[in-house]
T-cell receptor, first 116, second 112 residues
């Protein structure tokens, strides 16, 4: 158990719909990263939030957006869903102090999204 | 090519040692990680090694790093059926806010 929780565990949507996934960080962690893991692949970095601001972004289109709240929990929003968005979405929390981000990320169990 | 490469499958007998190999391309990698993912679950950090180290041992796990060849390995001693999972190698660099880049994972199958 890492202390990182995600909801929902599973979700089915249709093409064109919008989805919001949620993540609660491990206690004491102020940085949240989101990853997409397609079947048979390693996790791909979507973006990272630190102190409620985006702190880095991977190669994902703008329809992938996020939020981080004052309590450091986070949301991932995906608009105009496509079939290829079907994947396991993982959230990871870590601790950053000043300009230095601690090296260890702790992952939640993920939300499995199926787009039909 | 991929930044982090791993073989896709490894099959071992229970009680034997498993060695999972990984190669990476970024010579400025600062940290190298091994994560374990069981079916339907998220990633569990098993261990990590700083790039200025050659070896790290933690109970049944031994990590070896060859910086010259950019090769990382994970040895699991006395492999058990509960070790069956997908193992991901990942690298990160200080300038990249420590965001890890993952390989595709090695599926370890342990049979009796």
């Amino acid at each position: 158990e890492t202390g990182v929780t995600q909801s929902p565990t599973h979700l089915i949507k249709t093409r064109g719909q919008q989805v919001t996934l949620r993540c609660s960080s491990q206690s004491g962690h102020n940085t949240v990263s989101w990853y997409q893991q397609a079947l048979g692949q390693g996790p791909q970095f979507i973006f990272q939030y630190y102190r409620e601001e985006e702190n880095g972004r991977g190669n994902f289109p703008p329809r992938f957006s996020g939020l981080q709240f004052p309590n450091y929990s986070s949301e991932l929003n995906v608009n105009a869903l496509e079939l290829d968005d079907s994947a396991l979405y993982l959230c990871a929390s870590s601790l950053a102090t000043g300009t230095s981000v601690k090296e260890t990320q702790y992952f939640g169990p993920g939300t499995r999204l199926l787009v039909l | 090519g991929e930044d982090v490469e791993q073989s896709l499958f490894l099959s071992v007998r229970e009680g034997d040692s498993s060695v999972i190999n990984c190669t990476y391309t970024d010579s400025s990698s600062t940290y190298l990680y091994w994560y374990k993912q069981e079916p339907g679950a998220g990633l569990q950090l098993l261990t990590y090694i700083f790039s200025n180290m050659d070896m790290k041992q933690d109970q049944r796990l031994t990590v070896l790093l060859n910086k010259k060849d950019k090769h990382l390995s994970l040895r699991i001693a006395d492999t058990q059926t509960g070790d069956s999972a997908i193992y991901f190698c990942a690298e990160s660099i200080r300038g990249g806010s420590y965001i890890p880049t993952f390989g595709r994972g090695t599926s370890l199958i342990v049979h009796p």
